[in-house]
């Protein structure tokens, strides 16, 4: 590891031992590296098809989404866009956002006995499960990328921006992961909580439909839910023009998310020093 | 000073413990306590508070005003019974949990190993698991990568070093896992009972690893139960004892002090009661009569114990002898051994057992005392209840001291007559044996 400072003595004492936090978790990244191997290393053991699974379930999901709101409900796709691209253009931030929740948000738990038995700045744990979802996601790009090849359906510039995109995905998703995280070390009840939200947020998102079907005058109400800025936001990048931002609820998009960055990012760390007691 | 490496200052850890009274086979009295103990927690949970089981809160010290400096280079021995505080304070040190009061000055990189093979993960190969253990425990991949092979070395796996850990052996697993540790460099080593796994020849090898760490000038933090390898690595020890500093200086002072903070807490636990009796406490008494902790081979052993009876018919005291391993090595029944039952009148007796003299070898024992009903179904029972210390074992006033220790067995064994040696007559098969 990095040499630490070692001219000021490390003065443990309650409510202590903060100032130097940050820092610390920069000097254990190697740490949140290797852990993110280690989740991403044994995600596939002893399973037969392996990492076709990350193919599978996505592109699954999106064959059903088609047919259903498509097919069967005859929602309507965004300007020229072929439906199944519409769909799994949304489909794919709402599953790195719903994967980074489920996986961060169990974390701390089921590492409870590094947790109990070394030190590191916790917040690692959490942060290190956002590799696998990263990966299955980088799967689903190219599904997606298959996808626009068979329709034919060529992006503007706009997709050069998709990475800018992903990263609000991953922070969107960040910021509820760790504040739920640290609340199911005290309160399990949040293992339950989880998924639900997770299972009626697949809903209440404009994954399966354009977020265009929303009446306009609540157009900026919905946008409180941030995924709906995320997932506009992907829209626009693979689907260029046909699916214009809407520009004020973007925006109330992100203020969410950065509030609920800050206010995970704190909850997280007045509960981090009790973690080892309670866990 | 300068050359103080660790200060703790009053330093201090509580926790709040629930405990759960007697249920009663009401529907009504469930009904409202299952309602207050969710009211409990609701409020708790909003106010933000962990919760806890139980009907009945408890504040409870694990640690409380403990005070102490260790300079750089000391290799130092935590000692003390279970739950008297030891982990919670190499917890604390190592920065796993914070002190509720006081403070600790640390300066350096501290090292803790408060378990081996910390996260290693069943799928993963040993060596993936080195790099993953040595990263948990603070070391950059270099570091790793640099000591690779010495680590494989000393662990001893070599031919199933690319094998899943979930196919080794216990033995191989510790051994891999605690050659990771081995490897760490750090200013402060703080080490808890890892020597409880392994072998003998393995053990024998930690404990060398953990001398040459101390002899390289580290500062070395020991928790061990193992007092023969605590006396051969330490020179100082702090005893806890109930979450206070007990003791703290010498290392022979100290074990003895350690013996005698074990019966003091063993004597304020509570025990507990079984259908129709209860055990209250027990003790060892010495020729006045006073309690004592020490046993004197040759001496009869006078144990007292106190039991309460409901005045049920056919009960039975029995004691069992456990040796340092806690293997159980003698036992004695009131009523198969002396036809002795229980008194039938309900009420709490004083039971005076006074047993013959056996030569103890020097050690740590312990009583297990039990009540039971016609010799077969347990009424009540208290493991451990009663320990007790041989120093010295010199029968017949041999020069030397034997010990549980020398690995031959708790007892010597005393003759009852003079040994003697005849010559048989040569029949021609006699071995060939080395010259004189």
């Given at each position: 590891m990095t040499p630490f400072d070692y001219s000021k003595p490390l003065v443990l004492e309650?409510?202590?031992?903060?100032?130097q936090y940050w820092i610390d978790l920069w000097r254990y990244r190697e740490l949140l590296m290797i852990l993110a191997w280690r989740d991403v290393s044994v995600r596939y053991k002893q399973t037969v098809i392996g990492i076709a699974w990350a193919f599978a379930r996505p592109f699954m999901t999106m064959v059903v989404f088609t047919v259903i709101f498509g097919a069967v409900a005859k929602l309507p796709t965004e300007g020229t866009a072929p439906y199944a691209i519409m769909v799994f253009a949304g489909l794919l931030p709402w599953t790195l956002f719903s994967s980074v929740l489920t996986e961060a948000s169990g974390s701390l738990v089921s590492n409870a006995n590094l947790i109990s038995k070394v030190y590191f700045p916790r917040l690692v744990i959490p942060l290190s499960t956002v590799a696998v979802a990263l990966i299955d996601f980088g799967v689903s790009l190219s599904i997606l990328a298959g996808l626009m090849l068979w329709y034919g359906f060529a992006p503007g510039w706009?997709?050069?921006?998709l990475p800018l995109f992903v990263a609000l995905a991953l922070l969107a998703a960040i910021g509820p992961a760790v504040w739920a995280s640290a609340m199911i070390v005290k309160y399990r009840d949040f293992r339950f909580i989880i998924p639900f939200v997770t299972q009626i947020g697949l809903y209440v998102s404009p994954v399966g439909f354009s977020s265009k079907v929303v009446p306009e005058q609540w157009q900026l109400l919905y946008s409180i839910n941030p995924m709906v800025g995320v997932i506009d936001g992907f829209r626009w990048c693979i689907l260029g023009g046909d699916s214009p931002l809407y520009g004020p609820g973007f925006l109330i998009s992100m203020l969410v998310v950065v509030i609920m960055l800050v206010w995970g990012a704190l909850t997280f760390r007045r509960a981090e020093r009790a973690f080892a007691d309670l866990i | 000073m300068s050359d103080v490496i660790i200060r703790a200052d009053k330093l201090g850890k509580k926790f709040v413990i629930g405990h759960k009274t007697e249920l009663h086979a009401v529907l009504g009295e469930r009904v409202t306590r299952s309602i207050t103990g969710f009211w409990r927690k609701g409020v708790d949970m909003l106010k933000g508070r962990a919760m806890v089981d139980g009907d009945v809160l408890e504040e409870f010290w694990a640690l409380r005003d403990v005070d102490f400096e260790i300079k750089r280079g000391e290799v130092v021995s935590i000692i003390g019974h279970n739950g008297a505080g030891k982990t919670t304070l190499l917890k604390i040190l190592s920065r796993i949990t914070e002190p509720t009061e006081g403070r600790v000055e640390i300066k350096g990189r501290v090292a803790s190993l408060?378990?081996?093979?910390?996260?290693?993960?069943?799928?993963?190969?040993g060596r993936e698991n080195i790099f993953l253990n040595g990263a948990i425990l603070g070391m950059s991949r270099a570091e790793v990568r640099q000591r690779f092979d010495e680590i494989v070395e000393f662990s001893g796996v070599e031919k199933f070093i690319?094998?899943?850990?979930?196919?080794?052996s216990v033995g191989m697993y510790a051994r891999l896992a605690f050659a990771v540790a081995a490897h760490l460099e750090s200013e402060i080593l703080v080490v808890d009972?890892?020597?409880?796994?392994?072998?003998a020849e393995f053990q024998a090898r930690c404990l060398d690893r953990m001398s040459k760490v101390a002899d390289a000038g580290r500062t070395v933090l020991f928790v061990s139960h193992n007092l023969a390898a605590v006396t051969a690595l330490t020179t100082r020890a702090i005893v806890f004892q109930s979450g206070r500093v007990y003791f703290d200086g010498p290392i022979d002072a100290a074990v003895a002090h350690y013996a005698t903070s074990l019966r003091r807490v063993k004597s304020e636990g509570k025990w507990g009661k079984g259908a129709s009796t209860a055990l209250i406490s027990a003790a060892m008494l010495d020729d006045n009569g006073i309690p004592t902790d020490r046993y004197e081979p040759g001496k009869p052993m006078k144990v007292r114990v106190v039991l309460q009876t409901n005045g049920v018919r056919g009960m039975t005291l029995e004691l069992v002898l456990r040796d340092e391993h806690n293997l159980p090595i003698s036992f004695y029944s009131t009523s198969v051994f002396s036809q002795v039952s229980l008194p039938g009148k309900a009420g709490r007796y004083e039971c005076d057992i006074e047993l013959q003299p056996y030569w103890l070898a020097a050690g740590e024992y312990c009583f297990d005392f039990v009540t039971t009903y016609t010799n077969v179904s347990v009424d009540h029972r208290v493991d451990n209840a009663l320990r007790f210390f041989v120093e010295r074992c010199s029968p017949d006033?041999?020069?030397?001291n034997f010990t549980q220790n020398a690995g031959k067995g708790a007892m010597a064994m005393r003759l009852a007559g003079p040994v003697g040696f005849t010559e048989i007559e040569a029949t021609g098969d006699e071995l060939q044996l080395g010259p004189r």
């Open positions: 309650a409510g202590g031992a903060s100032r706009q997709i050069l921006l | 408060l378990e081996v093979g910390t996260g290693f993960h069943g799928e993963l190969s690319d094998t899943p850990v979930k196919r080794y009972e890892v020597l409880a796994v392994g072998d006033s041999i020069p030397f």
